[in-house]
């Protein structure tokens, strides 16, 4: 068992579950990191199942519009290091989440849209244009990171599915199969994962639907086949492994909202200036490096994103 003295930024990552599970990682965290040394172990990229039928599609064009002030995170470092609850509430999920199998996979597309429909995958990228965008993404537990995504707008996605004038929210669900991703027998949690965003926010130039990283179809821990990123909330919003999409006038109650609504409120904003209840979001601390440097106002997106909150003075936005 490994004793090391725990730093500034380990504290918040250590508060950010609950009591008994925060425990329980405590006692989980030589078996995580046996689990780590075992991935590499050949076999391992080959577990479950054959070659991705969207392999040929990448590496798609980068979109210039999105620049970083940062190096890229070297993909060895964070395809090691994912939040993917569905796989265990630790970091080192990464071997457990290969067992996810992506294809087939369709997507239900209802509520109010003009017609509800399924879609699989491979026939919705057929369907939308792929383009690589540099993103920064920001943890509500005060680590963060620089991907290059590969995806298509959201808003391709809502224009696709043809919402009717009464969809204001878009209520977004990950996969529910507990035989394969274990964490989904943690009964204490509100299966399955759940986020939503408002339809304005849908639409911003910033929301990504992701299908690849890395110049590459999407690995499994980073949400494979589909998934968000909203790098301007905090990193819980943009959620992995996407099965259905709906369209709803009822602002959604995310996963983490059902848990601790104190907490984990819907808007999710990325602000330097408002502690979580538990600990300050002043800094972060880089994936890859671990410098610590100071958090942005919506992680460096307000050009993008602030006018979206004029006019919601005095709700929770930052939490
Ligand atoms: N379905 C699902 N989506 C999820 C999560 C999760 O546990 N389950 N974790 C979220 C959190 S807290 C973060 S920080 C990011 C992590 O993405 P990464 O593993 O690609 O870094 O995924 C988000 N999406
Ligand atoms: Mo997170």
Not at 273 to 295: C, F
């Amino acid at each position: 068992m490994l004793i090391k003295s725990l730093k500034g930024w380990e504290i918040p990552e250590s508060l950010a579950t609950p009591e008994d599970i925060a425990l329980n990682r405590r006692t989980l965290m030589t078996g995580a990191g046996a689990i780590a040394a075992s991935s590499l172990l050949p076999g391992f990229a080959h577990a479950a199942g054959s070659a991705d039928p969207t392999a040929g599609l990448y590496p798609v064009k980068r979109n210039e519009t999105f620049k970083l002030s940062r190096p890229i995170t070297p993909e060895k470092v964070n395809s090691k290091y994912n939040n993917f609850y569905e796989f265990g509430s630790h970091k080192q999920i990464s071997r457990a989440a290969q067992a996810l199998p992506i294809r087939p996979w369709e997507i239900k597309i209802d509520g109010l849209v003009e017609k509800p429909f399924t879609i699989s995958i491979d026939d919705l990228i057929a369907k939308m244009s792929l383009e690589e965008r540099l993103y920064r993404h920001r943890c509500v537990e005060a680590w963060s990171m620089t991907v290059p995504w590969s995806g298509f707008a959201m808003r391709d996605l809502v224009a696709l599915a043809k919402p009717l004038s009464g969809a204001k929210f878009v209520r977004l669900e990950t996969f529910q199969n507990k035989a394969i991703a274990s964490g989904q027998q943690a009964f204490w949690y509100p299966w399955p994962y759940v986020e939503g965003v408002t339809i304005e926010e849908a639409n911003n130039d910033l929301a990504f639907m992701v299908t690849g990283a890395y110049g590459k179809p999407l690995a499994k821990q980073f949400g494979a086949p589909i998934r968000l990123a909203l790098p301007w909330k905090y990193g819980f919003k943009s959620i992995k492994s996407i099965v259905r999409i709906s369209f709803t006038d009822t602002q959604p109650v995310s996963f983490w909202e059902k848990i601790t609504p104190r907490e984990y409120g819907f808007w999710a904003n990325v602000n330097p200036k408002v502690r979580h209840p538990r600990w300050s979001q002043a800094k972060e601390r880089v994936l890859g490096t671990n410098e610590e440097i100071p958090t942005q106002l919506f992680n460096g997106y307000g050009e993008f994103v602030a006018a979206l909150y004029t006019d919601k003075e005095g709700q929770q936005l930052y939490l």
